[in-house]
C-alpha cells in the first residue's frame, strides 16, 4: 500500500508539473514531507487526502489505488457487460503462438497480460503451462476472465487495474499485451516502459502490439476518448538495449 501510494503521489504531482516544494507549499507542509511519501518512507496523514488529491486532480479512490468507477476510461466497458458471448471471441491472438515459439514453458514461468480484455489470450496462455496474472480496466473484463478461465479449468490471477497507474513491483518472465498500450499517454511512456524492463527477469521477453497512425489509412470507428497513437518506430525506441526477436507493421481488418 505504500509503496503503491508513493508512486502515485509521485506521478500525477510530475503530471500536473509541479516540484516537490510546490506541492508542499501548497499544502502547507514541508517539501521534505512530499520527498518521504514519494519515497514510500512515510504516508500523508488522513486529513490531508482531501487537499492532496486536489492539488492532484485526481479523487482520493484513485489516490489510495482505486479505480474510479464514475466514468468508464474505455468504451469497452459496455460492450463486454452487453454482450452475452466475447466480443472478440475466445480464439487467442496470433501473438500468443510467438510467445509459445519464443519461451515455450519448459520450466515455469511467470506471464502478466497487460490489459486483458476478457480473458481469451491470458487463458491460453494458461492452459499451456504458463503461471498467469492479467489485469484490465473494466469490471465485466475481470469477471469474463475469470469465468473463461473457470470453465477452462485453468487458474489466471485476474485483477482490476488501470495501465496509465499500475506499476510492476515483482518480476515476471514474459510481459504481453495487445491492443492495450494506445491508453497510455505519451508522457507517461518512458516511466512505465522503464518499470516493465526493471521487472523482467534476465533473458525474459516481451510481445507488445501497438496501434500506429498512417495518413493512408482511415481511423477506427470507435471513438476512444482516452486514446493516443503510436508512431512508427516509437516502441522500438524504448528498447534501444534489447534484442529483437521481430518487429513488423502490418495492416490489418478488425472487423
Same mark, same amino acid.
Given at each position: 500500500?505504500?509503496?503503491?501510494?508513493?508512486?502515485?503521489?509521485?506521478?500525477?504531482?510530475?503530471?500536473?508539473?509541479?516540484?516537490?516544494?510546490?506541492?508542499?507549499?501548497?499544502?502547507?507542509?514541508?517539501?521534505?514531507?512530499?520527498? =518521504?511519501?514519494?519515497?514510500?518512507?512515510?504516508?500523508?496523514?488522513?486529513?490531508?487526502?482531501?487537499?492532496?488529491?486536489?492539488?492532484?486532480? $485526481?479523487?482520493?479512490?484513485?489516490?489510495?489505488?482505486?479505480?474510479?468507477?464514475?466514468?468508464?476510461?474505455?468504451?469497452?466497458?459496455?460492450?463486454?457487460?452487453? =454482450?452475452?458471448?466475447?466480443?472478440?471471441?475466445?480464439?487467442?491472438?496470433?501473438?500468443?503462438?510467438?510467445?509459445?515459439?519464443?519461451?515455450?514453458?519448459?520450466?515455469?514461468? =511467470?506471464?502478466?497480460? $497487460?490489459?486483458?480484455?476478457?480473458?481469451?489470450?491470458?487463458?491460453?496462455?494458461?492452459?499451456?503451462?504458463?503461471?498467469?496474472?492479467?489485469?484490465?480496466?473494466?469490471?465485466?473484463?475481470?469477471?469474463?476472465?475469470?469465468?473463461?478461465?473457470?470453465?477452462?479449468?485453468?487458474?489466471?490471477?485476474?485483477?482490476?487495474?488501470?495501465?496509465?497507474?499500475?506499476?510492476?513491483?515483482?518480476?515476471?518472465?514474459?510481459?504481453?499485451?495487445?491492443?492495450?498500450?494506445?491508453?497510455? =499517454?505519451?508522457?507517461?511512456?518512458?516511466?512505465?516502459?522503464?518499470?516493465?524492463?526493471?521487472?523482467?527477469?534476465?533473458?525474459?521477453?516481451?510481445?507488445?502490439?501497438?496501434?500506429?497512425?498512417?495518413?493512408? $489509412?482511415?481511423?477506427?470507428?470507435?471513438?476512444?476518448?482516452?486514446?493516443?497513437?503510436?508512431?512508427?518506430?516509437?516502441?522500438?525506441?524504448?528498447?534501444?538495449?534489447?534484442?529483437?526477436?521481430?518487429?513488423?507493421?502490418?495492416?490489418?481488418?478488425?472487423?
Amino acid at each position: 500500500m505504500k509503496e503503491k501510494l508513493a508512486r502515485t503521489i509521485s506521478h500525477y504531482r510530475k503530471e500536473r508539473g509541479f516540484t516537490q516544494e510546490e506541492l508542499a507549499q501548497r499544502l502547507g507542509i514541508s517539501f521534505q514531507a512530499v520527498s =518521504k511519501w514519494e519515497n514510500a518512507q512515510t504516508m500523508p496523514d488522513l486529513v490531508l487526502l482531501p487537499e492532496l488529491s486536489k492539488n492532484l486532480r $485526481i479523487s482520493v479512490d484513485k489516490l489510495l489505488g482505486y479505480v474510479p468507477q464514475e466514468s468508464p476510461i474505455t468504451i469497452y466497458e459496455e460492450e463486454y457487460r452487453n =454482450k452475452q458471448s466475447y466480443y472478440w471471441g475466445i480464439e487467442p491472438n496470433q501473438a500468443c503462438y510467438e510467445v509459445l515459439k519464443c519461451m515455450p514453458p519448459t520450466r515455469p514461468l =511467470k506471464l502478466l497480460d $497487460i490489459g486483458c480484455g476478457e480473458g481469451k489470450d491470458a487463458v491460453f496462455f494458461a492452459r499451456n503451462g504458463y503461471e498467469v496474472s492479467a489485469f484490465d480496466v473494466t469490471d465485466a473484463g475481470i469477471e469474463k476472465t475469470k469465468r473463461l478461465a473457470e470453465q477452462t479449468g485453468v487458474h489466471v490471477h485476474a485483477f482490476k487495474a488501470d495501465i496509465s497507474d499500475f506499476r510492476l513491483d515483482t518480476d515476471f518472465d514474459i510481459l504481453y499485451s495487445s491492443g492495450v498500450l494506445h491508453y497510455i =499517454k505519451p508522457e507517461l511512456r518512458n516511466e512505465i516502459f522503464a518499470n516493465y524492463k526493471q521487472f523482467t527477469r534476465p533473458d525474459g521477453l516481451h510481445v507488445f502490439n501497438v496501434f500506429v497512425n498512417k495518413p493512408f $489509412i482511415a481511423p477506427p470507428p470507435e471513438k476512444e476518448p482516452h486514446a493516443y497513437p503510436w508512431r512508427s518506430g516509437e516502441l522500438l525506441g524504448h528498447y534501444h538495449d534489447w534484442l529483437f526477436v521481430e518487429s513488423a507493421e502490418v495492416v490489418f481488418d478488425c472487423h
